[in-house]
């Protein structure tokens, strides 16, 4: 079945560090890839999305590139702020999946001043 | 703009209560959803929606019930509250089709429920 593996966390950085969370994912077809936030005591937002193969997402900062040959969705930020301090999740929609989303097991970020 | 709305943000059950949890979404979205989240284990489907009338079950559906009497509403059952329960509950919707709005879901804030 369709699976995402995360790097666990935390991960701890300084304001204005490069940020990088890796996400490989095991899916037959063509998935859609998601990164989702949580901030402390929020439900989960939407950060970037991607549908296809070699397309960019990005957003506040955030980009991944949906990496066919790699299997692999990594997100990337070149200077993190203390308010991204949150958790982030890895997610895919399956071809086959309608709207059903498969979650990694989320990685916390600590920014620290 | 309330989008969507989970309660109670808070419970606490002893073993063997049964209690339902509330969810409800403005936007007029077919597909709905329930998720739980443990620690390392990110968010694993209990219960989904496509329409009103029409649930399925998800990763995680052992303990739970649902019913989807309208498009608006999707409440949660737990028939009898395990300690194996305690979780943070979320709550999904989005609507369903072609085109990059599909598989958006919108989540609500969550519902810490601890069983005794």
Redesign the interface.
């Known amino acids: 079945g369709d699976s995402v593996t995360q790097m666990e966390g935390p991960v701890t950085l300084s304001e204005e560090a490069f940020l990088t969370i890796n996400c490989t994912y095991t899916a037959t077809g063509y998935p859609s890839l998601f990164w989702y936030v949580q901030y402390p005591g929020e439900g989960l937002q939407l950060l970037l999305k991607a549908t296809k193969a070699d397309d960019k997402g990005s957003n506040k900062g955030f980009e991944a590139t949906y990496r066919k040959e790699t299997t692999s969705f990594h997100l990337e930020k070149g200077s993190v702020q203390v308010s991204d301090s949150a958790v982030y999740f890895c997610a895919l929609s399956g071809q086959a999946a309608g709207n059903k989303l498969t979650f990694g097991g989320g990685t916390r970020v600590l920014v620290k001043p | 703009n309330a989008g ?1 709305t989970q309660t109670p943000k808070f419970q606490v059950l002893k073993t063997g209560q049964s209690m339902t949890l509330q969810c409800a979404q403005d936007m007029n979205h077919e ?1 709905m ?1 329930w ?1 739980r989240q443990d620690p ?6 209990i219960h ?1 929606s ?1 329409g009103a009338g029409i649930t399925d079950q ?1 990763e995680v559906p052992n303990g739970y019930n649902v019913s989807r009497s309208t498009t608006e509403d999707f409440p949660l059952r737990l028939l009898s509250a395990a300690p194996s329960q305690t979780s943070v509950y ?1 709550c ?1 919707s ?1 609507s ?1 089709g072609s085109g ?1 709005a ?9 519902t810490r429920l601890s069983v005794l």
């Open positions: 969507v597909y959803s998720y390392g284990m990110g968010l694993r489907l989904y496509v998800g979320f999904a989005s369903v990059g599909k598989n958006i879901q919108y989540f609500g804030a969550g």
